[in-house]
């Protein structure tokens, strides 16, 4: 026996190093999740500008079809591989990424089905806009080798429009185009692309040219070399890009005549089916067009006997309607169409950032290390920019989170939208929550970087109601007004956007019910329906979202009584990233069964 027991405690000293060699469960779990994120990586080298690397800064992303085959084979084995482990073996918090994963491999794999019911461009999905906006914004140049490679992606950008094209006539011979209304927008953009020297003989530089030599005159370059650049870019220009952009337009042009006048995804086959996945996408609930219909006709009533209270506040006496009609088009409520105008704007919203700033301590222990700047938007896409938009910072810190807002019609930004806006945008909103995310620490990059339409927006429109929690309208009416307009708007939204892709209200249908029922102006609410047409089911995310964490908020406050802390509830929120709502449910849940676990302990 001894003997035996010997052999046995000999083999147990021996194995043991191997044991100890060998990876957890979580540990495997991990690399997996790392791994993805390389790989994927190398297939997204606008990605990596993104985020502040330099790998392969002068290509572009593949958008082929056989790129999207190739991505849906990956999901395929990515899913399999995730279905293997053990849950039992993982964290809590792994978990959580396990179901955060499976749930966007699988919205990806079915969202496959649907890759040519997606417009390939839009006026708020134009690929050469977004191209030439990101060597704009994002390709910064620190060398003579960024320099070039800012140049190289120039001459590609043929590239990016035969991919464009090829998906644009494939998605035609399905019978899915745009609108007739969307060709005329997307076109005058392009056209202003080609405006400027050196296209033309004028003394202003094209947006690409007077963007590059601005990054380049803050560079230790050599002066030779800065001009030789600098006319490289411009014979690219000339040739490549003007070449690929009239190719473009002539493709356009031509689809343009075939175009309908019907505005909703039920004209295309399988139309309806197609929109039932994209609520499901952008809500990542199980809810039907109808429900989220009269879910938006029930809020706007709701929310329309709060604005009363608020309208005898302001003083004004009349019905709704009329107070509507005051607040929309009275002078007082706007900047002038100047330039000053215009600056003054944008020194109002960033002093509103600032006053938040202050009462952020009262709500979050959780807080942003990334800078956030507050821009106007690019002279040659304000036109058809509809709202005011956010880009976050780059994970290195090299660039600040970025609040753009588009001023070229002072009569589309109110004054008493003007603050909500910017707590929706920039502070407690998305520049809070996605900065947040960024920054977590031990957290896996893939993790940092997902997205989830109703997490991220539902945040923002929550963090417009947060502000009011904080106290940023006391004695300001006027403002607490523009917030339930905000509030308004996107239950007006569920209204419209159902009722444009399953009711098949007409374009001018859906903008008279946005006028009828809110403060905005036909201008901007014309600009928001074209853009709800063109992007079926995102406008949904914003309140659906907003009332998922409202109501998880509410569930927490009332299981733990005084025990219930808000920085706490903002913790679960915010402490992994961007999650589906159900899992942000399942996790706000088990935080209140351990907090009431330790007040019984």
Not at 17 to 39: A, H, K, S, V, Y
Not at 100 to 111: A, E, K, M
Not at 501 to 524: D, F, L
Request: proline residues 5%; contains cysteine; charged residues 25%.
């Amino acid at each position: 026996m001894r003997v035996l027991l010997n052999v046995c405690l000999t083999a147990l000293v021996l194995w043991v190093p191997l044991l100890q060699g060998m990876p957890t469960e979580q540990e495997r779990f991990n690399t997996f999740l790392d791994n993805i994120w390389q790989e994927e990586l190398k297939f997204s080298p606008t990605t990596s500008t993104y985020l502040g690397m330099k790998e392969n800064q002068d290509q572009w992303d593949d958008d082929s079809f056989e790129a999207a085959d190739e991505e849906l084979k990956r999901s395929k084995i990515y899913l399999k591989q995730l279905d293997a482990f053990n849950l039992e073996l993982l964290s809590q918090r792994a978990r959580l990424q396990h179901a955060v994963l499976r749930n966007t491999l699988n919205r990806d794999i079915t969202g496959y089905k649907w890759r040519f019911h997606n417009y390939a461009v839009s006026p708020i999905n134009s690929p050469i806009d977004e191209a030439t906006a990101f060597l704009i914004n994002f390709h910064g140049i620190d060398s003579q080798i960024d320099a070039e490679a800012f140049i190289s992606r120039v001459r590609g950008i043929p590239n990016v429009v035969d991919d464009v094209i090829s998906w644009v006539r494939a998605q035609a011979e399905k019978g899915v185009r745009p609108p007739v209304f969307a060709y005329p927008k997307v076109l005058e953009n392009s056209h202003a692309l080609l405006t400027g020297r050196p296209f033309d003989t004028t003394e202003t530089d094209s947006s690409l040219l007077d963007a590059f030599k601005n990054k380049l005159a803050n560079t230790n370059i050599p002066a030779e070399a800065k001009a030789q650049l600098v006319a490289d870019l411009n014979e690219a220009l000339k040739t490549e890009y003007r070449s690929a952009l009239n190719r473009y337009i002539e493709e356009l042009t031509t689809q343009q005549t075939e175009a309908t006048k019907d505005h909703g995804v039920w004209k295309h086959p399988d139309g309806k089916a197609f929109y039932d996945n994209r609520l499901a996408v952008f809500t990542t609930l199980p809810v039907t067009a109808e429900e989220v219909h009269e879910l938006g006709l029930s809020e706007v009533a709701r929310i329309q006997q709060e604005i009363k209270v608020v309208q005898k506040q302001i003083g004004f006496e009349g019905d709704l309607e009329s107070f509507l009609t005051y607040m929309r088009e009275d002078p007082t409520w706007y900047y002038p169409e100047t330039d000053a105008g215009r600056e003054a704007y944008l020194e109002a919203t960033q002093s509103a950032i600032d006053k938040i700033e202050l009462k952020i301590d009262d709500a979050f222990n959780l807080k942003p290390k990334a800078n956030l700047i507050v821009k106007r938007v690019e002279p040659f896409r304000e036109k058809n920019t509809s709202a005011a938009f956010y880009n976050a910072p780059a994970i290195d810190g090299s660039r600040p989170g970025i609040y753009y807002v588009p001023l070229y019609r002072m009569k589309d930004n109110s004054k008493w939208d003007m603050i909500s806006t910017a707590y929706h945008e920039a502070l407690p909103g998305h520049h809070m929550q996605i900065a947040i995310a960024q920054e977590l620490p031990d957290t896996p990059m893939l993790m940092k970087m997902m997205f989830v339409g109703a997490y991220v927006e539902g945040w923002a429109l929550y963090a417009e109601y947060l502000a009011w929690e904080l106290g940023m309208y006391e004695k300001d009416p006027v403002g607490n007004f523009g917030r339930l307009a905000a509030e308004l708007f996107r239950a007006v939204r569920l209204v419209v956007d159902t009722g444009i892709h399953a009711k098949k209200w007409t374009r001018e249908q859906a903008i008279n019910y946005m006028v009828s029922n809110t403060p905005y102006t036909e201008g901007y609410a014309t600009g928001e329906i074209e853009r709800y047409i063109a992007w079926p089911g995102q406008a949904v995310s914003y309140k659906m979202g907003m009332l998922k964490i409202q109501a998880l908020r509410a569930f927490a406050e009332e299981q733990l009584g005084d025990k219930f802390d808000i920085k706490e509830f903002h913790d679960v929120v915010l402490s992994d990233g961007q999650v589906p709502l159900p899992v942000l449910e399942q996790k706000v849940n088990h935080w209140v069964k351990e907090a009431q676990s330790d007040t019984a302990g």
